[in-house]
């Protein structure tokens, strides 16, 4: 049948509508009441009806054993009938008659839309699917009749072209979620399907890739953030035409809406697709959840379900009584969070840059306590550090200071915390050196108060400190309670065009830093590292078995190896996390600063993440991404390029090296991102060597791209479900990885998914998902994000750098996003049960 068109509100439409309503509710919660999952044996028979029909109940005997749970396959249209609707009937019919008893329902199906405004007959159906062509095909009477079966708690799953169903109705709109744009392509493709939730039950058994074709849906308005998105198509896979959505695709979706649960697949669009096993898996998922069979989270990327609130105010003129200069946080089990300021002082306060003044680069690395139960912040206590040089170029500024901080893991009865930074009181003005401390203090929990006279040094080792940058600062503990301390390659950022930091010539006082291959590079060198260590009870500590090197390698050529390392080449990682539950650890690092590649020395600034797996090399000044390589240098002339870097056989033949030549072959990363975009790719010769033509490249991460760029890794999130806090985020977000960047444009802040098998090995990604409204963007949110954890009650704290560098002012702060969306739906006791069917 088919109506002229009329433009239709919200609102409800009129007296019928309100009968409707009444009806639907009494015979819906008559259905739940009585309704539970057929018992084995054939399936219910399918009623089909075409044409105009009197508002009649439709009676369809029950299986043996009286079950009830009932679909109704709604398919009229303003297009002819075609094969596809045929086969989407016999799959959904086929789905019902399948798989256990209690997941079992009948099927009927009609085109006689009047089945909408028989409130008795429409409130048997546990859900309706709409397997409908384009068109007007309800009447507003109609229409109204099924906006009172969603209000009374109904179900609907909308399958492909239900999109374009309903064009002038608003409220359709919201119920399927998006409109298909008027020039989607018309062929069928074969494209990838990136199923990001691996909980809800038309997704959590489909492969995490899911390579099939389709007719594949473009939108005129991406509904994600509005729907909860279960699958994305990945666009690289095929032609999506010029209406293309882009890397954020959705094509699989729910919500609940209007009382009732909605949930839409654009896929289907094919005969071909009803008889895949995998897509009828997807289909039985959607249903068990629309006919309340089973409970879904579809509200866990719901933008308006989280809020993102500051909960520092700005500092008392000529104080840090709040923040800092912000630089890295940790929350404590019993909810209190501790955040550093690496060493800015009041902006109105000189720096010293005079190395001829003891005071030169002095600076106060402060730990704040906020305690989520007052919403008071107090400062803990503070360390003489050095790195306070304010801006400048490289031979001015510095980063050295209070870099990290971690708590025991027995810390609500011990009180010890670790601090990695720089003391200003080692410092040697005449050599430009200095060293760096990992130590452990004690903070006393009743005053919140750090004891610094309770220091026990673990770790120590030399930096140089003549030239800027690249100190690294994160720490995180494994589930054997040893302890993962970054190190930055403590190397100048120029010197070398941008491209890898290589150059051995500039030194001050015979002590190179141009040359990250004597840091980096270097087996018998802590800069530039992740290490792992042991902390023992007495302020010592051993080095666990496992590590890159033992420290007891033979000689080779007179170089020798550090058993503390634990990965090797790596730039600045300024942020680790250990996932407690995997012991994989995540890192990410800043690259150089070359904007563009060169055909004469290698990639352009690639920052890169990296999920960790065992021990490793993980490139730089070498290779870089997935194992691109850098050209070497060396004197007597290190303008002259020599040749490339091989990455499975590296070799360190820098005249500042004093470790091993040979080194370990490098592992390649997860993700990596330049100006270019994410994933930067090019063809390679027969050598292996990338050909660094920007027209050649292919983007495999087109969902990244940076510019200027500084990652920040983040954390693994681990859903608690014994935890009641009512601000956790949900169980959707369980095993994600959060990767962001320092500044908030097209840069990274994004929560993704990797493949198990391919973890470690320099898989890349199989999902990814923004975060830019849930952690908000802008000049009125977290603009730069300098750290993030979530906190044991399942909520996530988030520091905000500020506005300045070096310093803190007044929009540095600490914020904390909290979950409010509610548990699963339907609730428990909303479930279709029949007393005896479980």
Request: glycine residues 12%.
């Amino acid at each position: 049948m088919h109506h002229a068109p009329h433009h239709r509100s919200r609102t409800r439409r009129g007296a019928a509508a309100a009968l409707a309503a009444g009806a639907l509710a009494a015979s819906l919660l008559s259905a739940t009441a009585a309704t539970a999952g057929p018992n084995p044996g054939e399936p219910g028979p399918r009623l089909r009806t075409t044409g105009p029909h009197p508002r009649t109940t439709l009676s369809v005997p029950s299986p043996p054993g009286g079950a009830d749970v009932r679909v109704l396959v709604f398919h009229g249209s303003a297009t002819a009938e075609s094969p596809t609707v045929d086969a989407g009937i016999a799959a959904v019919e086929s789905i019902g008659g399948s798989g256990p008893a209690a997941q079992r329902f009948r099927t009927e199906a009609t085109d006689d839309a009047s089945v909408f405004t028989d409130g008795r007959r429409l409130g048997r159906y546990n859900a309706v699917v709409f397997l409908t062509g384009g068109g007007d095909v309800l009447d507003p009477e109609q229409e109204a009749g099924l906006e009172a079966y969603m209000e009374a708690g109904g179900g609907f799953l909308g399958i492909h072209d239900a999109a374009r169903t309903e064009p002038y109705s608003d409220w359709f709109t919201g119920l399927v979620g998006a409109r298909p744009a008027a020039n989607s392509p018309t062929a069928v493709q074969r494209a990838t399907v990136e199923v990001g939730d691996r909980l809800h039950p038309a997704t959590q058994r489909l492969p995490l890739n899911w390579k099939r074709p389709d007719r594949w849906l473009n939108w005129t308005v991406n509904p994600s953030g509005t729907v909860h998105t279960v699958a994305r198509v990945r666009e690289s896979t095929y032609a999506p035409g010029p209406s293309a959505n882009g890397w954020d695709h959705p094509v699989s979706w729910c919500r609940d809406y209007d009382g009732g649960r909605s949930f839409y697949t654009g896929m289907g669009g094919t005969v071909d697709s009803f008889a895949e096993t995998d897509f009828r898996d997807h289909l039985r998922g959607a249903l068990l959840w629309t006919t309340r069979l089973s409970r879904a989270d579809c509200k866990a990327t719901i933008d308006a379900h989280y809020t993102a609130e500051r909960v520092t105010r700005p500092n008392q003129p000529g104080r840090n009584d709040q923040i800092g200069e912000p630089h890295g946080l940790v929350t404590a089990p019993d909810g209190r969070v501790l955040y550093i300021g690496r060493g800015g002082a009041d902006s109105s306060k000189p720096v010293v840059t005079d190395w001829n003044s003891p005071d030169i680069g002095k600076g106060k690395g402060e730990i704040h306590v906020y305690d989520p139960r007052t919403g008071k912040v107090q400062l803990a206590g503070e360390l003489t550090v050095f790195g306070n040089k304010g801006g400048g170029d490289e031979l001015t500024k510095n980063e050295e200071g209070l870099l990290g901080i971690e708590l025991d893991p027995d810390f609500l009865s011990n009180g010890w915390v670790y601090l990695h930074y720089t003391p200003h009181a080692r410092i040697d003005r005449d050599r430009h050196t200095a060293e760096r401390y990992v130590s452990r203090f004690t903070l006393d929990p009743a005053t919140n108060t750090l004891d610094l006279a309770s220091e026990k040094v673990l770790l120590k080792w030399p930096v140089q400190i003549h030239s800027c940058c690249h100190a690294g600062g994160g720490m995180a503990w494994d589930s054997k309670e040893n302890l993962y301390i970054a190190t930055g390659d403590n190397n100048s950022s120029g010197f070398s065009s941008g491209y890898s930091g290589n150059n051995p010539e500039p030194a001050f006082k015979g002590l190179s830093f141009a040359d990250a291959r004597r840091t980096s590079g270097n087996t018998n060198n802590l800069n530039g590292k992740i290490l792992r260590i042991h902390p023992e009870d007495d302020g010592t500590y051993t080095v666990p078995e496992g590590n890159l090197f033992t420290g007891r390698e033979p000689d080779e050529g007179g170089g020798k190896t550090r058993g503390e390392i634990y990965v090797m080449g790596v730039r600045n990682p300024a942020r680790i996390f250990v996932d407690p539950r995997t012991d994989i650890l995540y890192a990410g690092w800043v690259g150089p600063d070359a904007g563009a590649p060169s055909t004469t020395w290698g990639p352009a600034k690639y920052d890169t993440f990296a999920a960790i797996t065992g021990p490793g090399n993980h490139g730089w000044p070498y290779c870089m991404g997935n194992n691109q390589p850098y050209r070497d240098r060396n004197l007597p002339d290190p303008s002259r390029p020599l040749g490339w870097y091989d990455c499975a056989r590296p070799k360190n033949e820098s005249p500042n090296n004093d470790g091993l030549v040979n080194l370990p072959p490098v592992t390649p990363n997860s993700i990596w991102y330049s100006p270019q975009g994410g994933g930067v790719d090019y063809p390679r010769d027969a050598n292996g060597v990338p050909s660094y033509r920007t027209e050649e490249q292919k983007l495999l991460l087109p969902w990244l791209k940076g510019g200027g760029q500084a990652t920040m890794n983040g954390p693994v999130y681990r859903y608690d479900a014994s935890s009641g806090s009512t601000v956790k985020w949900p169980a959707y977000w369980d095993g994600k990885w959060f990767v962001g960047d320092f500044y908030d444009g097209d840069q990274p802040r994004h929560a993704v998914l990797m493949d198990p098998r391919t973890v470690g090995k320099g898989g890349l990604p199989v999902h990814a998902e923004s975060l830019k409204k849930i952690i908000p963007v802008g000049p009125n949110g977290i603009r730069n994000l300098m750290d993030w954890k979530f906190a044991p009650d399942g909520s996530l704290y988030v520091l905000d750098y500020g506005r300045g560098f070096f310093t803190s002012d007044s929009r540095s702060a600490l914020w904390r996003v909290t979950y409010k969306g509610g548990g699963p739906t339907p609730a428990a006791d909303g479930l279709a049960r029949k007393a005896g069917a479980r």
